[in-house]
């Protein structure tokens, strides 16, 4: 059963970068048919899909976010990251990380990120 | 760009009723990649249906899904007190992922 978890700082400055991390348990970020996205929800609105990218380091994004945002993988720890630069307070959102199988079936529980100094 | 479009934002009805859930897309979409998702307070989103009428795994039958071209539904045919939720549409393209506003469902 595949799990997958985020973690990274709750709190961010504004203009600073911020960075998350996914762990994937249960299954091989190695999946050569997979991707593995990150998706976030500002408090009270909708879904936004921020960018994915698959095992070798290909990687899509949101044309909206594109210029800040980097995606990275680790396959010897099963994980992929996250960073998204120069953070105003409209980034403050829940962050989910999901598998990418062009909709998303497995998700993370979310980690709530505040831009606030 | 592509823009999706749901209907209505709320929908107000009791447990044993059918909901009928909109989604309708700027321009023409391929029914592929075309999913449906359920929200609850406090919890991440889950997979419904894709390719706009196939069930997820574990999805009870209540839930179904059609359309084709712009157009898309979700129907959930009886309502369980566990339904009431907020339910998004989502589509795929080369370009990534759009999501729909959401409707909530409630009593």
């Known amino acids: 059963h595949l799990r997958l978890q985020e973690s990274g700082p709750g709190l961010v400055k504004p203009s600073q970068t911020l960075s998350l991390t996914c762990t994937i348990s249960?299954?091989?970020?190695?999946?050569?048919?997979?991707?593995w996205g990150w998706i976030r929800q500002p408090p009270g609105k909708g879904l936004q899909w921020i960018g994915s990218?698959?095992?070798?380091?290909?990687?899509y994004y949101n044309p909206s976010l594109k210029s800040r945002v980097t995606m990275s993988v680790d396959t010897s720890k099963n994980r992929f990251s996250l960073r998204l630069n120069s953070v105003t307070a409209a980034d403050t959102a829940v962050y989910y990380c999901?598998?990418?199988?062009?909709?998303?079936?497995?998700w993370g529980q979310g980690l709530l990120a505040t831009v606030s100094s | 760009e592509m823009v999706l479009t749901q209907s209505p934002v709320t929908l107000s009805l009791s447990p044993g009723e059918r909901a009928s859930l909109s989604c309708r897309a700027s321009?023409?979409?391929?029914?592929?990649?075309l999913a449906w998702y359920q929200q609850k307070p406090g919890q991440a989103p889950r997979l419904l249906i894709y390719g706009a009428s196939s069930r997820a795994t574990g999805i009870p039958d209540r839930f179904s899904g059609s359309g084709s071209g712009t157009d898309f539904t979700l129907t959930i045919s009886r309502l369980e007190p566990e339904d009431f939720a907020v339910y998004y549409c989502?589509?795929?393209?080369?370009?990534?992922?759009?999501f729909g506003p959401g409707t909530k469902v409630d009593i």
């Open positions: 989502q589509h795929y393209s080369s370009s990534g992922f759009t």
């Open positions: 249960g299954g091989s970020i190695s999946s050569t048919s997979d991707y």
């Open positions: 990218i698959d095992y070798s380091g290909n990687a």
């Open positions: 999901a598998r990418d199988i062009r909709s998303f079936d497995y």
């Open positions: 321009h023409t979409v391929s029914s592929t990649y």
